[in-house]
């Protein structure tokens, strides 16, 4: 068996632990974060790799013959990133070929980025999509402009929020009140023939399915505590929405929400 110093041992820690907690970062499942974590602590010489995620920490412990070495990381949100996710696993499948060693993995966990689009074909796709939703529930041209706008508007206001670091349910909040309020001149002026139906479709950008999902997959594979918080935000993100939905009918008066 090969020999790892304790030094060593710390660096592959670091490693692994490293690359979990960007997985957590931006949004992997739980289940994933755990096999990807281990995979580089297996192929950086440990014999065994644990590690426990929480909704906002990982903590994690390689052995290697009778010596443990045991470490913990705060994860702050950074929004879901699959590029990110897939990055660091990239990094892990050519470890474990060989084709990097520790310090290479290192460097380029280290500067891995998020990509982003450019923010206004963000929005310009949000505004088709919610607006094709639209059409699908029996909207004819006028409405669907005006959920194209609304929906627009309301992406671009929660960009701004979100650049900003406001919390996120104060953005899902305003972004459901612009998007309804805008909504809201097309039923009062009877914009097309159902307008009602833009109310509805404009916030459709507003659902946290990713958060849904992830929680659900968690439940499913074990991961009931981490599963139970994604699932508590998801629901506290969708309230919020709804609250600002119902903020804006109290101002405009209009309470047409149908599809």
């Not at 972004?175 to 307008?195: C, D, E, K, R, Y």
Request: hydrophobic share 45%; glycine share 8%; charged share 15%.
């Amino acid at each position: 068996m090969a020999s790892l110093s304790l030094e060593e041992q710390n660096e592959l820690t670091r490693i692994a632990v490293r690359g979990g907690q960007i997985l957590l970062q931006h949004g992997a499942e739980s289940r994933i974060i755990e096999q990807v974590t281990q995979r580089f602590g297996m192929a950086l010489g440990a014999d065994n790799v644990e590690l426990s995620v929480s909704s906002d920490a990982i903590v994690i412990t390689t052995r290697f013959g009778e010596r443990c070495v045991t470490t913990t990381r705060r994860c702050y949100d950074r929004g879901i990133n699959m590029h990110m996710v897939c990055e660091v696993m990239r990094i892990c499948i050519m470890l474990e070929k060989q084709l990097l060693d520790g310090k290479q993995v290192k460097k380029r966990l280290n500067r891995l980025t998020p990509y982003k689009y450019n923010r206004w074909v963000v929005v310009l796709m949000v505004g088709l999509s919610c607006s094709s939703f639209s059409h699908f529930f029996g909207g004819d041209w006028p409405v669907y402009i005006t959920t194209f706008f609304a929906s627009s508007c309301a992406m671009i206001l929660r960009q701004e929020l979100g650049h900003r670091q406001h919390n996120p349910f104060v953005n899902f909040a305003a972004a459901a009140f612009l998007a309804t309020s805008i909504a809201s001149i097309g039923v009062i002026h009877q914009f097309g023939a159902n307008p009602e139906i833009a109310m509805a479709a404009s916030v459709l950008l507003l659902v946290p399915g990713f958060p849904l999902i992830n929680a659900a997959s968690d439940m499913l594979k074990g991961h009931i505590s981490t599963g139970i918080a994604r699932w508590v935000f998801a629901t506290l993100l969708t309230i919020s929405a709804s609250i600002g939905i119902v903020l804006s009918m109290v101002v405009t008066g209009v309470w047409s929400w149908i599809v």
